[in-house]
């Protein structure tokens, strides 16, 4: 694998120097996360989210397994109070698995070679190069909560791989979300299908980099399938939210 340290410039120039974008960011997790919340960052890359959560006032449990990435988010958030950084995946059984590089945009370096074969035939994908693998540590989410608790949020983006992580919970969460993509339409599917499983969820939904809740009342698990079906391939991805009713 090439060593090019572009793509985590590169990841921090998205993820830190447009502050339009932290203020939304900060103003829809403020709806989620409470000041002495706990929250899982599944997936924290260099930790754009995991600042925000800290900057409401959350405890912090950040997991990123890419080695070279992992090191930026130690740097940028290691010493703040209230941060836990583990250099792990998660998934649905704890080991040791092959991750998929992409040196050029570390952002969309993944578990799931299912999002591999799908990017080779999208437009919007066209370009990307997974160039590398290494063998990450991975955990679960029934681990992690053992290990620290119930979170009171958990946000998971994970390129693909979302499914498998909800694979590894077994009991109901009260709050989190999900990244999804036009080009994985049937990995939501099978996140809304697995908390739907566990527990009586209602969903909203976040498109790209916009922040914003699309749903002006929480939906159902019907519903949230439909709207995402309905979503033109240009809309690429977004997050989905799931909140755990009484």
Same mark, same amino acid.
């Given at each position: ?184 339409? +049937?990995? =939501?599917?099978? *996140?809304?299908?697995?908390? #739907? $499983?566990?527990?009586?969820?209602? !969903?909203?939904?976040? &498109?790209? @980099? +916009?922040? =914003?809740?699309? *749903?002006?009342?929480?939906? #159902? $698990?019907?519903?949230?399938?439909? !709207?995402?079906?309905? &979503?033109? @391939? ?13």
């Amino acid at each position: 694998m090439r060593h090019n340290q572009s793509g985590i410039g590169r990841s921090l120039d998205v993820y830190y120097r447009d502050a339009a974008r932290t203020a939304r960011m900060d103003q829809l997790n403020g709806h989620f996360v409470k000041k002495g919340a706990l929250v899982f960052d599944i997936g924290a890359h260099v930790g754009d989210r995991t600042g925000s959560f800290l900057r409401l006032g959350a405890r912090v449990v950040a997991l990123e397994p890419q080695p070279r990435v992992f090191r930026a988010l130690r740097l940028i958030h290691g010493r703040t109070p209230g941060a836990i950084m583990r250099s792990e995946a998660v998934g649905a059984a704890p080991g040791y698995f092959e991750m998929f590089v992409n040196s050029d945009n570390p952002t969309i370096s993944t578990l799931s070679p299912d999002l591999i074969a799908a990017a080779r035939s999208a437009d919007s994908w066209q370009g990307q190069v997974w160039d590398g693998q290494i063998s990450v540590r991975v955990t679960t989410l029934d681990l992690l909560v053992a290990s620290y608790g119930l979170p009171d949020f958990v946000k998971i983006d994970v390129e693909g791989h979302e499914a498998e992580v909800l694979a590894g919970l077994s009991k109901p969460l009260p709050l989190l979300s999900f990244e999804f993509t036009t080009i994985q339409r +049937d990995v =939501a599917y099978a *996140c809304i299908a697995r908390l #739907s $499983a566990i527990g009586r969820y209602s !969903f909203n939904l976040s &498109l790209g @980099e +916009d922040h =914003a809740l699309q *749903c002006e009342e929480w939906i #159902s $698990a019907v519903e949230m399938e439909k !709207f995402i079906a309905r &979503l033109p @391939e240009g809309a690429n991805s977004g997050d989905v939210y799931a909140r755990l009713e009484a």
